[in-house]
């Protein structure tokens, strides 16, 4: 079971990958989005940050193409 505290920790992180993912979106729409070029670490590893950003780009891309395709 999870304290308050972790609790409130897991709600900060999941809100603020959201605003990640928001601000990404709004650079996608606007144009101003550059490629990511991220160099994995030793050749294979990225390091969790770089995942991180990785991801909300995706899930950006994702919801942009939603916005524009209606599917």
Same mark, same amino acid.
Do not use: W
């Given at each position: 079971?999870?304290? &308050?505290?972790?609790?409130? *920790?897991?709600? &900060? ?5 959201? &605003?990640?993912?928001?601000?990404? $979106? ?10 990511? *070029? ?18 909300? *780009?995706?899930?950006?891309?994702? $919801? ?8």
């Amino acid at each position: 079971m999870q304290t &308050l505290e972790q609790q409130y *920790d897991m709600e &900060l992180q999941e809100q603020n990958f959201a &605003l990640l993912v928001a601000a990404r $979106v709004n650079e996608i729409r606007s144009g101003s989005a550059q490629a990511l *070029d991220f160099k994995p670490i030793g050749g294979i590893h990225y390091t969790e940050e770089q995942r991180k950003l990785m991801f909300a *780009d995706k899930i950006a891309q994702a $919801v942009c193409a939603h916005l524009e395709t209606g599917e």
